[in-house]
């Protein structure tokens, strides 16, 4: 139906059908209000709704405490980066564990607003674990520690959260936000930009404990970045991404009526299971990460032969699979396989990828 294919897009990425289905049936007239949710005010009573209940039904999936604000900001990921540094560190120091691309990205941004360090990396083999954090050379004076839990672009998650000896734990979990169950209670931040397993871009879901939220900052902060400012207008300050905040609350409904976070995270296992199978047993394809840290959601893997790679990307390709070229830091290619990615998909692709190695082999 729709002439739809398989999409291995790391973000933006496949949705859900069902929930596209949903949105194209309410694109012109939203529940008898007469407009599109686009053409809607924000400070409108059936806006509000529609945020009231993206925000409930999330906190129902999550179960997040009450004593968390769950905050809807645009500038996707990025832009808390920034923000985490600029908001959150009253002594002026903070520790990071530099696994990939993007805990690179925010140490690098972080080190501009105080005594910012790297105390564990996996550099040394481009990213391709995450190192020993049971013991961490954490400074008393730090503010918090920072990780990103789920590494998009070469393909790691950590098999448990660091000791993080007695610290606030940020994670940047974009691209595993809602894959499966997670205890909010363990971290003092949680953020995602939700194009990678949530909806359309351009947005960040930041969760942040209550009194983590200081208004004692820098008064030069531009009054955009700070918490305290999303906290205390309900994440409408100014006119936030009202169609993102939509099509967020259509998927949270979706995974709450699929059986919520553990059935997810059992989906999400078997469907990974299929892939790191076949690349456990072929002859000419392997996976980039060592056992034990392979994340359920991107799996980057390559042939040995970057000529190679480029014949795999156009033959899958050709048949209907598309956006598997891996990041060019590892090169190769990569499927990411988020919630909406059915099994079938990722049986489709293996079916491929053997025809393939059956071919050339
Ligand atoms: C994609 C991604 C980002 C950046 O997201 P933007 O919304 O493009 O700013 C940050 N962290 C992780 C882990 C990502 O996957």
Redesign the pocket.
């Given at each position: 139906m729709y002439d739809r294919i398989y999409n291995f897009s790391?973000?933006p990425a496949t949705m859900p059908v069902e929930v596209l289905e949903e949105i194209r049936d309410e694109l012109l007239n939203y529940r008898g209000s007469g407009m599109s949710v686009m053409e809607m005010s924000h400070r409108s009573k059936v806006f509000q709704e529609i945020y009231d209940q993206a925000e409930a039904n999330l906190r129902k999936l999550m179960a997040i405490p009450h004593n968390y604000k769950v905050l809807f900001i645009q500038?996707?990921?990025?832009?808390q980066f920034s923000m985490l540094p600029m908001n959150l560190m009253p002594h002026g120091a903070a520790e990071y564990i530099v696994t990939g691309g993007?805990s690179k990205?925010?140490f690098t941004e972080a080190k501009k607003f105080g005594d910012v360090r790297c105390i564990a990396t996996s550099e040394d083999r481009n990213y391709a674990y995450i190192p020993d954090c049971t013991d961490l050379p954490i400074r008393p004076e730090a503010d918090y520690l920072y990780i990103?839990e789920?590494?998009?672009i070469h393909g790691t998650t950590y098999p448990a959260l660091p000791n993080t000896k007695g610290k606030i734990l940020i994670s940047?979990q974009?691209?595993m936000f809602l894959s499966k169950p997670c205890n909010v209670a363990d971290y003092g931040v949680i953020y995602?930009?939700v194009?990678?397993n949530v909806g359309p871009?351009?947005m960040?879901i930041v969760i942040i404990r209550e009194d983590l939220i200081r208004s004692d900052l820098d008064p030069r902060t531009p009054v955009y970045l700070r918490y305290d400012t999303h906290a205390g207008a309900g994440s409408m300050y100014n006119t936030p991404n009202c169609w993102a905040i939509y099509v967020c609350g259509k998927v949270f409904q979706y995974l709450l009526n699929n059986g919520g976070l553990e059935a997810m995270h059992r989906r999400n296992q078997e469907k990974a299971q299929v892939l790191y199978d076949f690349l456990d047993n072929s002859a000419m394809f392997h996976g980039t990460v060592d056992k034990g840290f392979r994340s359920l959601m991107n799996v980057p893997f390559v042939t040995g032969s970057k000529e190679l790679d480029g014949e795999v990307i156009a033959y899958t390709k050709a048949a209907g699979f598309d956006n598997l070229k891996g990041h060019k830091s590892v090169g190769g290619l990569r499927a990411s396989i988020y919630n909406a990615m059915p099994k079938a998909g990722v049986e489709a692709l293996v079916q491929c990828l053997k025809q393939f190695e059956q071919e050339r082999g």
């Open positions: 790391a973000g500038g996707g990921a990025t832009l993007w990205k925010a990103c789920n590494e998009t940047d974009s691209s995602g930009g194009q990678k871009a351009g960040a």
